[in-house]
């Protein structure tokens, strides 16, 4: 593998130039010298960039959603009002534990001073950190759990996918927001993967670029339920 | 790989086929995959576009062989009307998607964006590779769909529901063919969304020493500014292609209304609203035209200068302009849908913006002609291409300003008019802009030139013939000749048939054009003089490096930036061009 990879591209961010002198402003601009301006070489992912670039997606993708079942809701009187199935503000509180114990999981990770003034080094808090990091994805596949379980609450009442355009929004709304939960399992699980012995700052920007994911995750289904709560 | 080192370069590229051509990690051969994907899909493409000129020009046509590709669809060779369909629909998805999406966008955007902002590669060379092979999963998946059922579906590229969420009641091809399609295009959204995501990290993050934004080559920004219209676009389209996929195999009613009764059968559905479709399908539709068009702005704006010798007339403008063009692209859409029984005052609302869009367009086409104004042009076969791209730009602009009144659509919507407004507008212009891409940098991407006489005829008889078939379509819509339909056989169309076979015939000549290139392209790859580094004495990174580059683009060496991308003409007198990695300072003029 690694012979055939190239190095991970580092960020090279050169500061916006104001010597650029870009013809704007004329002649004696241009005769000026110019220097590329050093970059600061920032030793930083793009995935910290990245993610918030999937994250607008995401969002678009569901306010595509969310638009069309307004417009649905509109346009037929077939829309079936019913209740949601009390599991979900179970899962919803499950999933909210998550945001925290990420957290908690991020704080631990954080190299910091120890009762001797001394840093603690990156293993031990790699080892703190670990076990949080592991009930987070716990706790995110019990939400994915009980999600299933919710359906099938509501399939035993007879509502299916296709039995009114309520609960197909419902299913395809959950069920959207639940594989997009399997892939935050799944980067944490890169993470922990990546957790080794010595903790180096890029790890910490990973597991940092896996919770802007997984808060994001955890915000988008707070404002999904409550769209399902106001609309079905 | 071992525990975190210092950057440094002493990994080798790949050495197993496999992993060097096949499922490569380099954005050069990733781009040179799409760019592969896309001349399969346009000669898919161009071929299907023949069979249906032939139809029009000669009804009773038969045409060898069609009748094993399809026996129900072209029983003793000629097609029938619903094969035509199918047809027109391939021919269209494959275009819009698969080339004008492919070529423009993602082939030359991943071949040169890392290069021409310094980077050794994109910011996720594995979401990378993935964007490929998934957009190549859709290609087959799609033409899959001549080979099941009753051939490929017939409701077009937009495939309007009702019609396509129906099922297979509804026609020929709109059983197993329009889930295909559906399920095709649906991928091909997750393809683009992984590669608009490294282009967008990668223009961000991986920019070397001294290229601010404002020193990013125009091209640069033309993909920059596209995938940040294709992010949303598609990411908008894939939900409401899985909407469409649940309508037609889930028994739900998000598109199907209720009460229908097609083919004498009572269809189950309930109050869906196909309104609704048009509406996600379009509010992804009017950005999609962009992302096939404004890669050519940009391609254009970096390729003029290099063979005018001169700095385009402002930069900055072209970069507000394409900015401002990617904003609006997203407040139009219902300018498709005057007459689709939405109300007339949003009628009004969409036909505003549709109008100011026209005004960034028309300042940008000012500034190339600006730029052509006085110049000592070096008229390359490029070059040439770039002045085309102009001139179809705007005669496929000017048919969009009578398209954009409300008044005047009602007459002139899903008539030849609107078919030859978007072909010159967007098709030609953006075939226009690959052509003048790939003479420029095909010299860099194999390290041989193109033959220049072969190219100066391609671009001629190209130009040409286009014209030929397309400017009549203008008069064939005002003539009330509608669009998507199989025959003429109305007593006020029949008299149209003559300038339909003239347009036939073009087309056969236009499509005949493009053999020259074919035949340059493959003759050129193996057998094209060597290309030195530099050879159009451009300036921006890519010329910098050797042809084709290294692996790693730079062999290792980190460049650093002093310049602006077109510091051509900095003395009048000599043509002096500075390039972007140069270190010295520019003569006061
Ligand atoms: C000058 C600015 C433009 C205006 C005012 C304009 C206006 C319009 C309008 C009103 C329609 C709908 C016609 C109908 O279906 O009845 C239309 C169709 C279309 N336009 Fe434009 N347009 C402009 C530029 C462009 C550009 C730059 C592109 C592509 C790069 C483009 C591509 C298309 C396509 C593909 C269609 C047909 C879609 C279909 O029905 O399949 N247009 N245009
Ligand atoms: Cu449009």
Redesign the pocket.
Known sequence: MASTTKVPPQRQIAPDLTSDGQRMGGSELRGRSRSAAVGVAQNALPAETGIWVAVAAISMSFASLISALIVRQGVAPDWLHFQLPRMLYLNTAILLASSVTLEICRHEFDLRPDFNGEESRGDEAAARAFPWLCATMALGLFFVLGQVMAWRDLAAKGLFLSSSPSSSFFYVLTALHGLHLLGGVAGLAYVLYRFRPNADPQQRGVLGVASVYWHFMDGLWVFLLVILAART | MSSPEPAVHHHGPPQSFIRKYIFSLDHKVIGKQYYGLALIAVLAGLILSWLMRIHLGWQAAAIPLLGKLSPTGAPGNVMTPDYYLSLMTMH?TLM?FFV?TTAPFAAFGNYLLPIQVGAEDMAFPRFNMMSFWVTFVAFVVLILSFFVGDGPPLA???SYAPLSSVGGVAGPGQGTGQTLWAVSIAIFCIGQLLGSLNFITTTLDLRTKGMSLARMPLSTWGWFVTSVIALLAFAALLPACVLLILDRTAGTSFFSSAGLVVNDQVLPHSGGSPLLWQHLFWFF??P???I???P?FGIISTVLPAFARKRILSSRAVIGCMVS?GFLSYM?WG?????SGMNPFSAVLF?LP??I??IP??IMVLLWLGTLYGARMRYTASALFSVGFISV?IT??????????PSL?TY????Y???A???F???L??MFGIFAGTYFWFPKMFGRMMNETLGKWHFWLTFIGVYCVFMPMHYLGLAGNV?RYAAFTDNYLAPLIPLHRFISISAFFVGAAQLIFFFNLFWSRFWGAKATDNPWEATTLEWSTTSPPPFDNFGGRHLVVYHGPEEYGVDSDTLEYVMQTAPEQIKTT
Do not use: N
Request: proline share 0%.
């Open positions: 269209a819009i004008l077009g590229w937009t539709g009017h999609e035209v962009y096939a068009i404004l050519g063009i139009v300018h498709h849908m005057f007459v036909s549709t109008l869009i026209t367009a028309t730009f496929g602009g000017l048919s969009g300003f009578f398209l954009a009144q659509d002139l919507h899903a008539t008019f609107v078919v407004h978007f072909h507008v967007m098709a212009a953006a669009r």
